[in-house]
Nanobody, 116 residues
């Protein structure tokens, strides 16, 4: 059973950076399409980025394009989300999601707070 654990969240000032990690156990992440989602208070969960298992192609929501970068370290079985030039509107709980053959797995999330 695949298990995902996010880490790296915290408080940062606007313009700052954070790197989120999604560490997997129980399966090899390279076999899964990995997505980063976020949910701000009072808002629906939205996908911000993903990396496809088939060819490593990436996707970014328009709101984070040019500021966020997703990457995968197969040796560490971990996917990262590098977040730069953070804005107050990036404040949310960030979740890692893994999908393969129509099955989805979620981590418990890590809180990112961007404020001065």
């Amino acid at each position: 059973q695949l298990q995902l654990v996010e880490s790296g969240g915290g408080w940062v000032q606007p313009g700052g950076s954070l790197r989120l990690s999604c560490a997997a156990s129980g399966a090899t992440l390279v076999d899964y399409t990995i997505g980063w989602f976020r949910q701000a208070p009072g808002k629906e969960r939205e996908e911000v980025s993903c990396i496809h298992s088939s060819d490593g192609t990436t996707y970014y929501a328009d709101s984070v394009k040019g500021r966020f970068s997703i990457s995968r370290d197969n040796a560490k079985n971990t996917v990262y989300l590098q977040m730069n030039s953070l804005k107050s509107e990036d404040t949310a709980v960030y979740y890692c999601n893994a999908e393969s053959s129509g099955r989805y797995y979620w981590g418990k999330g890590t809180l990112v707070t961007v404020s001065s």
